[in-house]
């Protein structure tokens, strides 16, 4: 499951947090490498980020731990004061970023640096840079820090949670759909449905909510009647930091076509078209059996023809007595 959400989040690099320039290049020097993004990455207010990441060491030099740096463009080298990951070290990350930063992959050997950064900030836009610490020869702790640097700009959030309808009944039950916005934020939004009738104020529904890997969804059953036709629903999704989005739908509900009263005319249908077929074999078979009793038989005919035969004037003549 691990994988594959972490396949998920690396794949979002390239579809919700956009990157500038997609390609990645990787810097060296004296034997240490990381591979970064060349461009921009882009990402909006309330939802995540992905930095990724990969890095090699010299072949003396035993990466331990990993630390993440957020600074300024104007700081040419990030401080102690602004790490914002430590997988040793908790107590050195800024309290703003506590909780909300973590490894795509915890395993340290496996030389993955790539990093998500949930709830996202406008403030969160900056630079940031990556140190590992290890050691030396197996036995002497230092560690190096990558000069290239990773760049993160934050907007404001203008993606709009999805609404799926059905198509509406009256009197079936049916289920809306409203999906949040990102392939992911970090905290659990809360997600809210208003619903709005003609000329009326907005009540609030209550809808359950659940998350499917990262994404959240939440679902409102219910009957649609005739007069919720044309009546506004929206689905409102509210992130931390007071950051929000919302999509309205407008409801289509049409009216019942399959209840008993429009079944009947179909069942009469049916049942002249029975009647009419039973009346066609009636007369069929009677037409039948009269061309029966009419038509003679071919030894009928023979008979006949002899009878016919025998009938002639002239066995008449031998046939009467001499007197």
């Known amino acids: 499951m691990f994988v594959l959400i972490w396949a998920t989040l690396l794949f979002s690099v390239r579809g919700n947090n956009a990157v500038t320039g997609a390609a990645v290049k990787e810097h060296c020097d004296n034997g240490y490498c990381i591979t970064l993004s060349e461009g921009e990455i882009t990402a909006e207010a309330g939802l995540c980020v992905v930095i990724p990441c990969s890095f090699t060491t010299a072949y003396d030099f035993r990466p331990q731990h990993m630390v993440w740096y957020k600074c300024e463009p104007y700081e040419r080298r990030c401080e102690d004061s602004d790490v914002i990951l430590h997988t040793n070290n908790n107590n050195k990350v800024q309290f703003g970023f506590k909780g909300r930063v973590s490894l795509l992959e915890p395993d340290v050997s496996l030389r993955n640096c790539s990093i998500i950064i949930n709830d996202l900030t406008e403030s969160d836009s900056?630079?940031?840079?990556?140190?590992?610490?290890?050691?030396?020869?197996?036995?002497?702790?230092?560690g190096y820090t990558f000069s290239p640097k990773a760049t993160v700009s934050v907007k404001g959030l203008t993606q709009k949670p999805t609404v799926m309808i059905p198509p509406l009944t009256e009197g079936q039950q049916t289920t809306l759909t409203c999906t949040a916005p990102g392939l992911c934020s970090g905290s659990d939004p809360k997600i809210t449905w208003t619903w709005r009738g003609a000329g009326e104020k907005d009540s609030h529904i209550t809808g359950n909510i659940t998350a499917v890997t990262q994404r959240h969804s939440s679902t409102l059953t219910f009957n649609?009647?005739?007069?919720?036709?044309?009546?506004?629903?929206?689905?409102?999704?509210?992130?931390t930091n007071s950051i929000t989005t919302e999509e309205t739908v407008t409801l289509n509900v049409t009216s019942d076509q399959h209840g008993p009263c429009a079944e009947l005319p179909w069942i009469i249908v049916a049942v002249?078209?029975?009647?009419?077929?039973?009346?066609?074999i009636i007369l069929l078979m009677f037409r039948w059996n009269t061309r029966k009793k009419v038509k003679p038989n071919q030894?009928?005919?023979t008979y006949m023809s002899l009878r016919k035969t025998d009938q002639t004037p002239e066995y008449d003549v031998i046939a009467r007595p001499l007197n």
């Open 126 to 142: 900056g630079l940031y840079q990556l140190r590992v610490n290890g050691l030396l020869y197996d036995y002497h702790e230092t």
């Open 224 to 239: 649609p009647s005739a007069e919720q036709h044309g009546t506004d629903v929206t689905c409102k999704v509210s992130f």
């Open 299 to 301: 030894e009928d005919r």
């Open 272 to 280: 002249v078209s029975l009647i009419v077929n039973v009346i066609c």
